[in-house]
């Protein structure tokens, strides 16, 4: 399946729309990283469930273990586990590393600026003890980062691997990287004024434009597994997983114009 047999003209056009979109020039102060890092927060907690559901077919976690699949496609699962979950933070105070998960370090960096973390750990709290759809309806969390998570349940909750691989190959993995550069790229920021959160968006560009991109779309493959059915799904969901991150950068937009007016 080239490219998942997946026209990339049909990503690529979403894509161009990503890397084009106004919202990363509009990050235009400390104050406006701050609204923008409140938003997009929700999207790097609900990341690691996507993966997680994605692990729980190619690398179920069962005893007896019995090997399934291909090697490469659950090392590269088990390999994007480790990076969200436990990936290497900055040096602390001593020089000595640490490790944290994507979402311990951006909530790091947030409070390095000043932004609010706490709304997206109380969001996470309710997740724990009250389950996804009552912390849905939580008031503090912003309605754009609400819609945006509801489509990425709705991959994890098809009961379709490959609609799920697809958000996470299509949707995240490969056009990550763009993204992240056009906004070091446009926005007003310097890597002085927020050192934790560059840290983080070059780390994610790092691993997500070398060996992420191509495995995610590798084991994207594997799961259609030259079905016709599969295939079309796995674009649709593609084109669904791209346009939901358009309408969320949108909603951001919105909120960052209506503060800087």
Known sequence: ????????????????????????????????????????????????????????????????WTPRGDAASRRFINEL??????????????????????????????????????????????VQQQGLQRALQTDSLPAAAREFTRATFRFIDSGKPHVTAAALALGREHIIPDIFRALLDQMAVSREQAPTFYYYIERHIHLDEGAHAPMSLRLLDQLCGGDQQRIDEAVAAGREAV???????????????????
């Open 81 to 126: 586990v480790l990076e969200e979950e436990s990936d290497e933070g900055l040096p602390d105070a001593q020089g000595q590393r640490t490790f944290s998960s994507h979402f311990e370090l951006y909530r790091a960096a947030m409070r390095e600026i000043g932004a609010d973390d706490k709304a997206a750990l109380t969001f996470v709290e309710r």
């Open 243 to 261: 346009r939901a991150r358009v309408v969320f950068w949108d909603a951001v937009l919105a909120v960052l114009s209506r503060k800087a007016a």
């Open 1 to 64: 399946m080239k490219a998942n047999g997946i026209s990339r003209d049909v990503i690529a056009e979403l894509r161009r729309e990503l890397d084009r979109h106004p919202v990363y020039r509009a990050v235009d102060s400390v104050a406006a990283l701050r609204r923008f890092m409140e938003h997009h927060v929700y999207s790097v907690w609900d990341f690691m469930s996507l993966i997680k559901s994605v692990q729980a077919v190619v690398a179920p976690a069962a005893s007896p």
